[in-house]
């Protein structure tokens, strides 16, 4: 089975711009979850989707919003950036039924604000 | 508020043992996993701990005790390509979000 994908792999932007970044999750999966990774911050939860809707979220401006298409794919957009987020964003996907499922990481995409 | 500690580095030679702890204190508990990420690569399942007690995958094993906020991954007969960050998350809620630690960078020397 084909892994978690993500495009872009990088991404350089100005601030003020806007980004969108997508996520094709593993064949069969339909939840799709994204985070924020920065090296001081960590892994921090996005959102995360399933079946289309949004399942869940975390503790982020209103810049950041997401959607999921009936295939499962996923883009996650990030309007008026700011130097600070700058960082790794990662989609992981799962099956979606159940907490205890693992969630399988894409390679992330590498956004750089200048 | 929600809390997930782990050391920020070990440092350990190869064909050594390591221990890595995880304390955590969230509003809720559904599991805890533990993750690999080498650098500049996605994170990978290493293990998931729902009930006390160990559980071994080859040379890695992870425990954990629920009661006292407490989980570590142990890794044995250390190899160079180890040498990784080991992160700890724990499942908050029941859809399965997952509240992270900083993660522990293993530097295994020859």
């Known amino acids: 089975k084909a892994g978690v994908t993500q495009t872009p792999r990088y991404l350089i932007k100005t601030r003020g711009q806007q980004v969108t970044l997508s996520c094709s999750p593993i064949s069969g999966h339909r939840s799709v979850s994204w985070y924020q990774q920065t090296p001081g911050q960590g892994l921090q939860f996005l959102f995360e989707?399933?079946?289309?809707?949004?399942?869940n979220k975390g503790n982020f401006p209103g810049r950041f919003s997401g959607r999921q298409f009936s295939n499962s794919r996923s883009e996650m957009n990030v309007s008026t950036l700011e130097l600070g987020d700058s960082a790794l964003y990662l989609c992981?996907?799962?099956?979606?039924?159940?907490?205890?499922?693992?969630?399988?990481f894409g390679p992330g995409t590498r956004l750089l604000v200048l | 508020g929600q809390n997930i500690d782990q050391p920020t580095e070990m440092t350990a030679t190869e064909g050594a043992i390591v221990q890595i702890n995880c304390t955590y204190q969230?509003?809720?508990?559904?599991?805890l996993f533990w993750y690999q990420q080498h650098a500049g690569e996605a994170p990978t399942f290493l293990s998931y701990?729902?009930?006390?007690g160990l559980e071994e995958k080859g040379r890695f094993s992870s425990f954990l005790s629920r009661s006292k906020g407490y989980s570590y991954l142990l890794l044995k007969e250390l190899q160079m390509k180890d040498s990784a960050s080991y992160l700890c998350?724990?499942?908050?809620?029941?859809?399965?979000?997952?509240?992270f630690g900083a993660g522990t960078q293993v530097v295994v020397t020859p």
């Open positions: 989707y399933f079946s289309e809707t949004q399942r």
């Open positions: 998350a724990v499942v908050t809620d029941s859809w399965g979000k997952l509240q």
């Open positions: 969230t509003s809720g508990f559904n599991g």
């Open positions: 992981a996907s799962r099956s979606g039924g159940a907490p205890q499922e693992t969630q399988y």
């Open positions: 701990n729902v009930l006390d």
